[in-house]
């Protein structure tokens, strides 16, 4: 297998996995260590990554743009637009940009007309599952004429990557959406009727009930919490995006509405 020199932005804990697949099948990745974190730093190391160069953020954004024949953008969804903008913006990028983010189609055609309009071809993408490793069973779904280019670099990794033919452009990103719109939408959902119940006193007849008509939520509930503490501030982004989707389509966007502001602020909702 050739090498492909392969751009990342940026390394948290999803994009690391997803740059350790890459690097365990001989590609080299770089990334932007300009104002990150040493926490950004030691997982970056991990996977087997490499600093692009230059003295500061744009210069090594350029030197990524000069180099990289794939950028692979996995970043909060709020951060989707101005990554992409801050990155190819000032710089000429003929290779792949694969947006990987949990945005909505709309989104994902305004960050495909930010790379083209940088000389890039654009992919769409939209992870599901947790970061990639031996027992995750991700999957990586692509769309767009050249996402076939892009699942060869996966192919024999941990992360499954699946191209999603002739659903147009921004269709990995749809299913991100309607996937994401379930299962995290029913979490906030969970976590809202039992703040109403604590709140009126009843919490303990509920989980009592629960557990007779409905096995299992009760610890799906508390799974959700757990879940929601750890990781709603990037959720919230993700239900805004999902909000957007539905209205595009002509369908009420008020469920994710409200699941962003579950999400925003999580600690009203739990006890």
């Known amino acids: 297998m050739s090498e492909t020199l392969i751009g990342l932005l940026h390394p948290g804990e999803m994009g690391a996995a997803v740059a350790a697949c890459l690097a365990g099948r001989g590609h080299q990745v770089l990334w ?78 305004e960050v495909a007309a930010v790379a083209e309009s940088a000389g890039a071809r654009y992919v769409d993408g939209g992870i599901i ?43 990995a990103s749809a299913v991100k959406m309607a996937y994401a719109g379930w299962t995290k939408g029913r979490a906030a959902l969970l976590l809202a009727v039992r703040a109403l119940a604590r709140a009126e006193g009843v919490e303990d007849t509920l989980l009592a009930e629960w557990a ?15 879940s929601a503490a750890a990781k709603g501030w990037r959720w919230t982004g993700e239900m805004t995006e999902i909000s957007a989707s539905m209205r595009a389509n002509g369908l009420p966007g008020g469920f994710h509405s409200a699941a962003a502001e579950v999400f925003g602020h999580p600690d009203r909702f739990l006890d």
């Open 212 to 226: 007779l008509s409905q096995p299992g939520l009760g610890q799906r509930s508390g799974g959700a919490a757990r």
């Open 32 to 109: 932007l260590p300009a104002g990150r974190s040493p926490a950004t730093t030691a997982r970056a190391a991990a996977a087997g990554l490499t600093a692009a160069a230059g003295p500061d953020a744009a210069g090594q954004a350029a030197d990524l743009a000069r180099r990289a024949e794939v950028i692979l953008s996995i970043c909060p969804p709020h951060a989707a637009l101005p990554v992409a903008r801050a990155v190819l913006g000032d710089h000429a990028f003929t290779g792949i940009f694969v947006d990987a983010n949990a945005i909505s189609p709309g989104t994902a055609r």
């Open 129 to 171: 599952g947790s970061p990639p490793g031996p027992a995750a069973g991700s999957r990586l779904y692509l769309s767009g004429p050249h996402a076939g280019a892009v699942a060869a670099l996966f192919a024999g990794s941990t992360l499954q990557a699946r191209v999603i033919e002739g659903r147009g452009l921004t269709a």
